[in-house]
Structure formats: C-alpha cells, structure tokens
C-alpha cells in the first residue's frame, strides 16, 4: 500500500519562500512518478512539477517554471516542492501525488487523471 504523507507550507508574503515535503511509502523507487499539484475552490486541480524518482527526470508547468524546484531525497523516499518568489496567486491548496508512470511521461506534469496516490493536502497562503 502506497502512503503519502505531506509536511511544510502555511504563509508567507509576496517574494518569500516556502518549502514542502511529501514522503513516501511501500512504493517501488524505479518505476515512481511523483508530482505537485496545486488547486484553488472552484477550479481543476493543475499540476505544476513532476519527477521520476528513479531517473530523476523533472517537468514544470510554465506558472512556476524558474520559480520553484522539485527535488527528491538520496533515499528516494521524500519529494521536495521548494517554492521561491511566491505571490498571491500561487495561494492553493498544494498536494503531492503519485503512481507508476513512465520517465519520459512523467517529465510532462501529467494530469491528475494518471494519479492515484495522493497526500492529504497543504494549504498555502501567499499575502501581498
């Protein structure tokens, strides 16, 4: 059984920066894809990063390309979301999600069509 558990986040004002965390659990490392998803009330949830963790490609959606960095640990168990130059309109509630897909699929930012690991969520505040 897949489990992901995230940590980090809250508040922050415009130009800080903020990092998240997601672990996981009982998943094969090589075959891994895992990405950040982002979501505000009334809208679809829009994937922003992903990574495989066993070939470590990345991809980045174009509204926090050069802005925030997706990372994994050496263990490859906990995936790291860090989020510089933050304004008011990335405030969403942020999850980390998770599934066997392939590098070159995964370095796409898929869909969260394509995921069925999911964290519980963190909600992020950014004021200006």
């Known amino acids: 059984l897949v489990r992901l558990q995230q940590s980090g986040g809250v508040s922050v004002q415009a130009g800080g920066s903020l990092r998240l965390s997601c672990t996981a659990s009982?998943?094969?490392?090589?075959?891994?894809?895992m990405a950040w998803f982002r979501q505000i009330p009334g809208k679809e949830r829009e994937g922003i990063a992903s990574m495989h963790l066993g070939r470590g490609n990345t991809g980045y959606s174009d509204s926090v390309k050069g802005r925030f960095t997706i990372s994994q640990d050496n263990a490859k168990t906990t995936l790291y979301l860090q989020m510089n130059s933050l304004q008011p309109e990335d405030t969403a509630m942020y999850f980390c999600?998770?599934?066997?897909?392939?590098?070159?699929?995964?370095?796409?930012?898929?869909?969260?069509?394509?995921?069925?690991?999911w964290g519980q969520g963190t909600q992020v505040n950014v004021s200006s």
């Open positions: 999600a998770g599934d066997y897909l392939g590098n070159a699929f995964c370095a796409t930012t898929p869909s969260s069509d394509y995921f069925n690991h």
């Open positions: 009982g998943h094969t490392v090589t075959s891994y894809c």
